[in-house]
């Protein structure tokens, strides 16, 4: 007969109740870990908009404008994995403070910049500052807050935050420039790290991994320099197609390199990446669910953000409207998804959220030229939202559940190397499709089409792969 894992039969009888009630302090520390990714996410989306003006203020040609993205894309989904290690291995707290004031100065820098070149550099170390911030303080939030309720509503909240802070980006930015200027954009992130760079040394806990192993040195150059080569594909192949020398050269690099890190790693006395840990179900299935979600939602935004601009004609602040309705409800989301997990755990919120955005994706079919489909084009991303964000909190909190304090900096590397790589390989896999497509409306339809299958497709995927283990008696 097939059972369920049997719980123990006498539980321990002075087990404490687990709770989601935060003390004082741990809302400070919460509020010092969630301004700082929050601060990050806006860093994704707040320029877009204001990349013309910047073209015209900086003398940037239009090409030479996608660098404005791309040198912030490189360098902080290129360094994330080994930061994460780092930080586990010298010191977590140490690791953030020094990218919130990396941060914070390279937003100044190109805040103030007076070429493309200093501009460009200023993006440069802003991404390097993003790859020091997010795995450790993913990192710090995890070790804070016990695994249990408090963990649940601390990555809700998170997750909320990372969601509403690319979604507010893309409505302040257009503000923001229309009233002051494109450098007001990086101002504001500059203004962000000033902010939370002076509260966080007093709350924040040192953490690190008990033992010091050496640095694996090959492994570090061989999956960073892969990242890069991947991330430098992408985005050349967002912009120019995939036809181009140099944005092959770089997919086959990338690809070659990654290989060659995990021959390296299996190898290695003390890896980078733990094999082992990949192995896990929970980690393997749970990143495919997270590159998923983010890949797709984002490809949804972009190819709406064209559709609702260049074939519905509205302005970039009704636009920017339709994105703010998404952006509310996703801070809903946030404060539900925690309790949606803490009943029905986190694999079936993760399933039923990926179902939830396939649908709510597929209902932007209908989409035509007529004005009422604002209105559908509203309700629908806002709902995919909805359950977008119930699939980031529990996805990272499949990852993380069962890690090793040791390891946790590894493992939210892994969970924010997802994200990022989601986040860039989304628009070149389908949004170029729209972009090329001599309709722009067709392409938007077949774009969400594709969407909407390979997030329905991974939803089934990942409920076979997580379902639960059961023995034989």
């Not at 993760?350 to 030229?369: E, H, I, K, M, W």
Request: a positive charge; aromatic letters at 6%.
């Amino acid at each position: 007969m097939a059972i369920d894992t049997p719980a123990p039969a006498t539980p321990p009888a002075a087990q404490p109740v687990p709770t989601a009630r935060l003390s004082a302090r741990d809302r400070l520390v919460l509020f010092v870990l969630c301004a700082a990714q929050f601060m990050v996410a806006l860093d994704f989306s707040v320029l877009n908009v204001a990349l013309p003006e910047l073209g015209t203020g900086l003398g940037m040609s239009r090409s030479a404008l996608q660098w404005a993205v791309t040198a912030f894309a490189l360098p902080s989904g290129g360094f994330l994995l080994l930061f994460g290690r780092v930080g586990d291995l010298y010191g977590r707290r140490k690791l953030f403070l020094t990218g919130l004031a990396l941060f914070g100065a390279a937003s100044l820098l190109a805040a103030l910049a007076w070429d493309p070149a200093s501009f460009l550099t200023g993006r440069a170390l802003q991404g390097l500052g993003a790859a020091a911030i997010v795995p450790t303080g993913m990192s710090l939030l995890t070790t804070t807050f016990p695994e249990g309720p408090a963990r649940d509503r601390a990555l809700g909240i998170s997750g909320t935050l990372l969601s509403l802070g690319f979604t507010i980006g893309m409505v302040a930015g257009g503000v923001l420039t229309d009233t002051f200027g494109w450098r007001s954009t990086m101002a504001l992130l500059a203004v962000f790290a000033l902010i939370v760079l002076p509260l966080a040394p007093g709350l924040l806990p040192e953490s690190r991994t008990p033992e010091r192993p050496r640095l694996d040195v090959p492994g570090a150059v061989t999956v960073t320099a892969g990242l890069l080569s991947l991330i430098y594909a992408l985005s050349g192949a967002a912009d120019r197609g995939f036809g181009e020398v140099d944005v092959v050269a770089a997919l086959l690099a990338g690809l070659a390199l990654l290989t060659g890190f995990a021959v390296i790693e299996s190898r290695a006395a003390g890896p980078l990446v733990s094999l082992p840990m990949l192995r896990r179900r929970t980690v393997a299935w749970g990143n495919l669910g997270g590159l998923v979600t983010f890949s797709m939602m984002s490809t949804v935004v972009f190819v709406l953000t064209l559709y609702l601009q260049e074939v519905l004609r509205l302005s970039a602040f009704r636009t920017g409207l339709v994105f703010g309705v998404q952006g509310a409800l996703s801070a809903v989301a946030g404060v539900l998804a925690p309790r949606v997990i803490g009943r029905v755990g986190a694999r079936r919120t993760l399933v039923g959220s990926l179902a939830g955005q396939g649908l709510f994706v597929a209902a932007l079919l209908p989409l035509d030229t007529q004005g009422r489909s604002v209105w559908l084009a509203t309700a629908a991303v806002s709902l995919a939202s909805l359950c977008h964000l119930g699939a980031i909190v529990s996805y990272g909190l499949i990852v993380t559940s069962g890690v090793p304090d040791g390891e946790q900096g590894l493992a939210t590397g892994l969970v924010t190397s997802t994200q990022q790589v989601g986040l860039t390989v989304g628009v070149p896999l389908l949004g170029v499709l729209a972009t090329t497509s001599g309709d722009l409306q067709s392409g938007v339809h077949t774009v969400i089409a594709l969407d909407a299958v390979t997030v329905l497709g991974a939803a089934v995927l990942i409920a076979l792969g997580l379902r639960p283990t059961r023995v034989r008696t």
